[in-house]
């Protein structure tokens, strides 16, 4: 028996949503058996021409597609939410600073959780990608109290496949964690990486990368993909919530370790309770389980802290959209 669930994607219009609607529509994410929907508050026209070319993928699994801008509609009753819809990094680049981002976004991420806390379903699981995403998944946090804490995270996935890649490319695939922020101070963690037979990465990688040079690599590989390719990432982002999704939903492999920015509880890792911060996790009945017991060593936790205080300031920066 087909189970529907209904999945909700805000900025489906925009370069992230075109690649992750493929990931959705084609049943890998929710395993086989469900089927989708899908909206986005703006852009409908061109939203109309991604509708016509999803239908004639003829996916067997996609049940129907709606296109709203109202949030009611799209939210009611929703099982999944990619909140993907934000300000795009590129006009972050233009010289607009950080701050002034969280700002902009904080708005739409209030009005959302607003709404997602009266229409949709209490299990639902959501998913922040619009930067700043860990802030704007602390404030959807505090928007949606009828919402379990554990059922909203943040997308730190792509800087965990980024730092897979390091490595991978000439050592072989690691479980490797994304400590803090999805921002510049990010902490890719390489001296606790490991290869799925438990064999540590850092005693190998460290002939190639030095710590700083390790971190700086991945920290900086979004400006370096807009350098080349002059749009921020957006296939290798989709990747990225398909594979958190799925990880989420269907569970970790035996041995895997992910990375996920999630609400933190008061106690995990000394990180202040309601701050949205990446953690190593592994997920077993669509639950995520903080892995626990990593010891940072000296360097390491100044990489830790760095990231920490980001986001504190960012929580109180947008504890403004409280107080309107
Ligand atoms: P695009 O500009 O291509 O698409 C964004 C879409 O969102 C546009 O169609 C826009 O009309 C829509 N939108 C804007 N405000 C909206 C609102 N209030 N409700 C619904 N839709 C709205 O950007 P794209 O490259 O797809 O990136 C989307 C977001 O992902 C950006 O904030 C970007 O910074 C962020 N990213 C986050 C990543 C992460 O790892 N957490 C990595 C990739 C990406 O940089």
Redesign the pocket.
Known sequence: ILVPVKVVI?????????SLLFHVCSGQIFGNDQVRFMQ????IS?LEGVRMELEDCAFPLLNQLSITDNLEEAFKDADYAFL???????Q?LRGMERKDLLKS?AS?FRN?GLVIDNVAKKSIKIL????P?NTNAYILNKSTPSIPSKNIS??????QNRATFQISKTLGVPNVVVWGN?SNTQFPDPKHALFDDGRQVWPILKAKFDEPNFIETVQNR?TDVIKARK????MS?AK?CADHMRDWCLGTKQGEIVSMAVVSNGNMYGIPKDIVFSVPVTCNNGEWKLVEGIELDFSSKKYFESTLNELKQEALDAEFVFQE
């Open positions: 805000t900025g489906a219009a925009g370069q992230i949503a075109y986005i508050p703006s852009m061109q993907i819809g934000a300000l795009p990094r590129k972050f976004n739409i959302q922040v990608v619009g930067n995403a943040a997308l730190t996935r792509l800087d999805h979004g749009l921020s990432s957006a982002a990225a």
